[in-house]
Structure formats: structure tokens, C-alpha cells
């Protein structure tokens, strides 16, 4: 059997286009003659298609449009990723479907039946579980027989072996192999994070090993709003591993010949996890951009390394013509903070403008003179700046259609070191699930991949600041940022308590202080902009923590 991996990038919503991805992917593998392709969770309306799935005409089109691919599929068959209906009055209305297309028609129809409800993940809000495994036969051209066992990501995921805390009472894998099944084919929407790669590769090893059968799984591609999908479709063969991999981070259409025993084929290697995250970065940046049809981007070039990175991200993923930067320097800013950001610019080939803002600055100090008489000056000062600055970008945005990118790192956003309606104004927050230490990490990288200095050395150099006041810098605020995104790595994305986190040998102060910032900040990150998911756990979607709540240490 030559099977075909179609990792594709679908836009969510976009019916048409993804059936004609679809049918172009099956053009390809008919021409390289695969047998049968296959393709990601819910292909034609893209992932994740969210409250779009209680719009009837929405569920009525990629019904269509499955019937339409099965039209197709005269000499080859195809499994589909669709949004079926239920046809009952009771339950969730609709499953989570795989369709067999073959025959110019839809033979049979697998649904999913593990539903994640977990992390970025609401699949029991839309979908009923399927009950039954689906087992279908299927015959090579070399005459060699097969029994097809059709699952659907999460459905792979819950392998006692290898999952520490299983969340279903469910092995459909292991009830595939019971049903007959002699190769697993699995169709998936996993998102990236950060060292993933690494489980998806121990978990479907060890099935694979397990049931002694061949395992497909072929992932989507593509940034859709938060989640970044990294594709690396592979084959998982018994005893042997991954032998076939698909590109990362990029659609990729992978040949396997799998009879009559699965044959070693193209296995790219999965990058680096400062890479991956690197990747991951460009590509939600660019798939954000162009699905949500922006001409272009806007950064503030502050001089400091959070923008400096922010703009390659948007340089390289965008291209330079599209990126455009602004200084808005202050009474405060540091002659060498408007040289950097300038020879930033210069470097990365953008456009480049400066809009002062002490003017404009003086002007609200003077009209809010008679309110604060008799206070002295504090942070609400120091926020004006902050906010002038957001209006400033907000304007351009407005007025030339550019995408504001905003550059707080997590570090920051988690601690509420960032101020509302001021730097954490945009449209996107590219490094938001990014922490300070991480950022640094990836400046060298850019550098090194650059061959040059491409973000200045001063900037890797000079102590962190918001130049707000005169000699500020953020270790003012805060501890230094190793020891801050040790603290944070354990209390947001491990869920450690305080008293474990001191535990560990942390200055109990500086941790109790921490975990407070964290907690009293949840207004802020709620009404910042989506931020790109590289992490296990940002702050985003997955992330559903209460704003009026008094649960601390």
C-alpha cells in the first residue's frame, strides 16, 4: 500500500478553499500514485472551528463539501476530517468524523470518541463520543489485504504505558487491534508546544510497539489565532520507530510505501526546542497576519530586546516591507535606545519613523495638574507615557490598516509588569508566551542564525527598562529574571503552590510576592490581545482562571 500524508494548512471557516486544498493533495497523490491519502482532524472546516459549529449553514457546507471530495476519489481513497451531524434530538448535535472516500463515494464514517475538554481543548461542548471502533478492509494494488483501524487524534492519547494520569476509562487503540485492525490511521490536530514532540514520539512509539501494527498520524500545519499546529506527520513502525517524518512547521506531502512491509522513507528531523519555539513564533505570525487579511504590520522599536526580537519575528515571517517600526522617544529615553531602534530598522531593512512624545507628554501633565494637586508623582505618571505611546500606535494602525504587534514577554505579563491600554495595546502579542530568559535565547539565535548582529550587541547588553523615569530598570520591580521565570515556570505552568515552590530553596519572600503579582494581574490578561502558544500553558485559551477571587498565598 503507498500512502499518501497530506499535512495541510486549512483557514478555519473557509470551506471552499479547504475542499480545494483537499482535492489539489489528491491530485499530487494521485500523480505520485498513492493508493490512499489521509488527512487531518476536521480538514474542510478547519481547527479548531469553535462556535462556528452551531451555525447550521456552516455544518450544511462541509457536509457538502466531504460529499464533493468523495466525488473525487474514483482510483484512490481518502479519509476526510468533517463535522458530522448526529441526527438526534438528544446529546451534543454533532460528531467529530472521519470520512472513507472512496468509489465516488463515502463508504464509511469513523467518529472520534475520546473528546478532550483539557488545556486549549472544548470538544464536549460540540461533539457526542463515538461508541463503536471503526475497522474498514482495504486492498493494495500488490494485492496485499489490510484492515484499516481509523481514530482521530485524542483517540491515540491514552496509553497507560506511557500517560501518567489517563483521562478516559477508553483505549481505542488497543480496541482497534482487538477489532482486527493491522495498521492504525490517525487523523490529528495537535498543537505545538514546547517539547511535544518528544511525547507524541514516546506515545506512539511505544503503541506502535505495543500492538505490534504500523501507526500513521498525520498532524495539521498552520497558526490559527492562538495555537500554532506543527505539523511532522509521520509512520510508526514496530520495533523501529519513526520511519517517515513530514516537514515541520510547513505543509508537506509525504509518500510512504507501506506493504508489504513499511518501508524506511523521507524522515525530516524535528528542530531543536529553541528552534521549534523560533518556528512556531514565525509561522503563528504569519498565519495570523494573512488569514486575518491585514496589509501589514507596526512594532514599537523601544531600543530594548523585547521589540528587537518582536520585529525580526515579523521581518522574517512577513517580509521587511511590510513590517514597519516606530520610536516614540521621551524626556526619559536614553540617547542609545533611539540609536539601536534606528540601527535596528537599518539592519532588518524596514520602515522606520519617530514620533517624539514629550510634547505630548507636558500636555497631559498640564491637564491633569488640578486633579493630582498634592500627590506626588507614582507609576500613574510613568503609565501616561505608556498609554501615549499605545494611542500613538493605535492611530497608525487605524488610519494605514497595519496590525499592532505588541511585545510584552510573559515574564512581564504574568507579573502585571506591563501597562493596560498602553504597551499592551495591538492586536497580536507575538512573545507573550515567551519568557525574559527565553527571549534572550532567542536573540542569540537570530544572531548566530544571521551570521552577524543583526539584533544590536547593546541590546543583549544594557539592563532591561522601560525608561518611565530616570535610571529605571526592571530588576527595580522585579528579581532577576532567572530566578522570576524559574518561579513562574513552577507556579503557572506546573501549578506548584508557594509553599512548594519555597520548598525548593526560593527566598520566600520573593516567591510570595511573585504568586501575588500573578494572581492580582488576571484583570490585565484578560483584556490583552492573543498572544502565540509556545508553552504547555499560557496565558490564553487554555488558561481559565477567575478575575474576582481571593485564593492566594
Same mark, same amino acid.
Request: aromatic share 6%.
Given at each position: 500500500m503507498r500512502i499518501a500524508l497530506a499535512q495541510l494548512n486549512p483557514v478555519i471557516g473557509?470551506?471552499?478553499?479547504?475542499?480545494?486544498?483537499?482535492?489539489?493533495?489528491?491530485?499530487?497523490?494521485?500523480?505520485?500514485?498513492?493508493e490512499l491519502v489521509v488527512f487531518s482532524e476536521l480538514i474542510l472546516p478547519g481547527y479548531p472551528p469553535k462556535d462556528l459549529l452551531l451555525k447550521p449553514r456552516f455544518i450544511d457546507e462541509n457536509?457538502?463539501?466531504?460529499?464533493r471530495v468523495a466525488a473525487a476519489c474514483n482510483d484512490l481513497?481518502?479519509?476526510?476530517?468533517?463535522?458530522?451531524?448526529t441526527g438526534r434530538d438528544t446529546g451534543r448535535p454533532l460528531h467529530n468524523a472521519v470520512a472513507l472516500c472512496r468509489q465516488g463515494e463515502i463508504q464509511g464514517v469513523y467518529h472520534k470518541s475520546l473528546l478532550p475538554t483539557y488545556d486549549v481543548f472544548d470538544e464536549d461542548?460540540?461533539?457526542?463520543?463515538g461508541r463503536q471502533p471503526c475497522v474498514l478492509p482495504f486492498r493494495g494494488r500488490d494485492?496485499?489485504?489490510w484492515t484499516l483501524g481509523v481514530s482521530i487524534c485524542e483517540d491515540l492519547w491514552n496509553d497507560e504505558t506511557v500517560v501518567a494520569r489517563r483521562r478516559y476509562d477508553a483505549n481505542p487503540t488497543r480496541e482497534l487491534v482487538a477489532a482486527g485492525a493491522t495498521i492504525i490511521l490517525n487523523a490529528s490536530a495537535s498543537p505545538f508546544s514546547v517539547g511535544k514532540e518528544d511525547l507524541r514520539t514516546r506515545l506512539f512509539t511505544a503503541q506502535s510497539d505495543r500492538y505490534r501494527v504500523p501507526i500513521v498520524v498525520v498532524n495539521q500545519v498552520g497558526g490559527n489565532d492562538d495555537l500554532v499546529f506543527d505539523g511532522a506527520s509521520a509512520v510508526y513502525a514496530p520495533g523501529r520507530?519513526?520511519? =517517515?517524518?513530514? *516537514? #515541520?512547521? $510547513?505543509?508537506?506531502l509525504l509518500i510512504v510505501d507501506l506493504a508489504p512491509d513499511p518501508a524506511a522513507a523521507r524522515c525530516d528531523l524535528y528542530p531543536p526546542p529553541l528552534e521549534s519555539i523560533y518556528a512556531a513564533l514565525l509561522l503563528g505570525t504569519r498565519d495570523y497576519v494573512s488569514k486575518c487579511g491585514f496589509r501589514g504590520v507596526v512594532v514599537g522599536l523601544s531600543g530594548g530586546i523585547d521589540s528587537a526580537v518582536t520585529a525580526v519575528i515579523a521581518a522574517q515571517a512577513l517580509g521587511p516591507d511590510a513590517v514597519h517600526g516606530v520610536a516614540m522617544p521621551s524626556r526619559y529615553s536614553s540617547d542609545h535606545s533611539l540609536e539601536d531602534a534606528r540601527l535596528l530598522a537599518k539592519n532588518l531593512g524596514l520602515d522606520f519613523r519617530v514620533i517624539p512624545i514629550d =510634547?505630548?507628554? *507636558? #500636555?497631559? $501633565?498640564?491637564?491633569?495638574?488640578?486633579?493630582?494637586?498634592?500627590?506626588?508623582?507614582?507609576?500613574?505618571?510613568?503609565?501616561?507615557?505608556?498609554?501615549?505611546?499605545?494611542?500613538?500606535?493605535?492611530?497608525?494602525?487605524?488610519?494605514?490598516?497595519?496590525?499592532?504587534l505588541t511585545t510584552g514577554n510573559k515574564s512581564e505579563i504574568a507579573v502585571g509588569y506591563c501597562t493596560l491600554y498602553g504597551d499592551m495595546c495591538g492586536g497580536l502579542a507575538v512573545i507573550s508566551d515567551v519568557p525574559k530568559t527565553t527571549v534572550y535565547d532567542l536573540a542569540r539565535l537570530i544572531n548566530a542564525r544571521a551570521g552577524r548582529d543583526l539584533i544590536p550587541a547593546r541590546c543583549l547588553e544594557k539592563p532591561p527598562s522601560a525608561e518611565l523615569r530616570p535610571d529605571q530598570t526592571d530588576q527595580d520591580s522585579l528579581p532577576p529574571y532567572p530566578v522570576l521565570d524559574d518561579i513562574l515556570q513552577r507556579y503557572v505552568e506546573d501549578l506548584q503552590s508557594a509553599d512548594d515552590i519555597i520548598a525548593t530553596g526560593f527566598d520566600p519572600a520573593v516567591v510570595q510576592s511573585v504568586v501575588r503579582k500573578v494572581d492580582a494581574s488576571e484583570y490585565k490578561r484578560k483584556q490583552a490581545p492573543p498572544g502565540i502558544k509556545v508553552t504547555s500553558r499560557a496565558f490564553g485559551t487554555g488558561r481559565r482562571m477567575p478575575i474576582a477571587a481571593r485564593f492566594g498565598p
Open positions: 473557509d470551506i471552499a478553499g479547504n475542499t480545494r486544498r483537499v482535492l489539489d493533495a489528491i491530485e499530487r497523490a494521485r500523480a505520485d500514485s498513492a457536509v457538502a463539501a466531504v460529499r481513497t481518502a479519509l476526510v476530517g468533517f463535522a458530522q451531524p461542548r460540540y461533539f457526542e463520543p494485492g496485499a489485504a520507530g519513526a520511519i =517517515a517524518r513530514a *516537514r #515541520a512547521f $510547513e505543509e508537506d =510634547a505630548i507628554h *507636558r #500636555a497631559y $501633565e498640564a491637564g491633569l495638574t488640578e486633579t493630582f494637586a498634592g500627590r506626588s508623582p507614582d507609576t500613574t505618571e510613568e503609565n501616561v507615557q505608556a498609554r501615549i505611546r499605545g494611542n500613538l500606535l493605535m492611530a497608525l494602525s487605524n488610519k494605514l490598516g497595519w496590525l499592532l
